[in-house]
Every structure is written in C-alpha cells, then in structure tokens.
C-alpha cells in the first residue's frame, strides 16, 4: 500500500487509496503510528480513494485516534470518506470517535 504524507502547519494529511482490511490494516496503522512518533498529533486522513474498511480497519484507526487523543494532543480526522464506507461506520456505532469533513481544505481549516 502506497502512502502520500502533506505536511502543513499546523496538521498533517495522509492519502492512500485501496482497501483498508485485514491484510492492510496493519500498514495503515503503521503509517500513522510513524507520524505519531514523529510528534504529529492533528492528523487528517484522507480517504477519497479508499473503496472499502473492514472491521480490522477501523480497529486501526480507533486505536490511532486513541493515541493522538491521550493528553489532548491532537485528533486523527477523516476526510473525503465514500458514503457507503461513511454507513458501515455509522452501523458499527464508531460515527461520533471521529471528525469527518468532506473537504480537505475546511478539515486542515479546523483542525
């Protein structure tokens, strides 16, 4: 899985684009943990190209929010995200963990 990091002032965007299940989860998670590392705490995920996330995904992006989100660092936001991906979240109840913007620029606005 291919990875596009865009650094901006005050936030950090990742873009990648496929499925985010259980063989690439694990590389996503890794991704953003290297931000973490990296001290970036206000993270935006950018998923306009992402076509699926299964159960493993969100798991991934649960306990990077978690992280971001200990001490009031920052906040892992979702952007650009498929309206079918956008159900399957709100159907496995995880909808109000996240931030979600449907425009990168107004999401690196307000973070």
């Known amino acids: 899985m291919d990875f596009e ?6 936030s950090t ?4 684009s496929g499925r985010i299940d259980s063989y690439t989860a694990p590389e996503v998670e890794a991704a953003l943990s290297q931000l973490i590392e990296k001290g970036q705490y206000n993270i935006i995920f950018d998923m306009r190209d992402v076509t699926f996330v299964s159960s493993a995904g969100w798991w991934a ?7 971001v989100k200990k001490l009031n660092r920052g906040e892992l936001v979702l952007v650009k995200m498929d309206e079918r991906i956008r159900e399957s979240m709100d ?5 109000p963990y ?9 999401a690196v606005g307000n973070i």
């Open 61 to 67: 992006l649960i306990r990077i929010q978690k992280e």
């Open 98 to 106: 996240f931030q979600i913007y449907d425009d990168l620029l107004e």
């Open 5 to 10: 990091v865009t650094e901006y002032k005050r």
């Open 13 to 16: 965007v990742l873009y990648t």
């Open 91 to 95: 159907l496995v109840g995880i909808g």
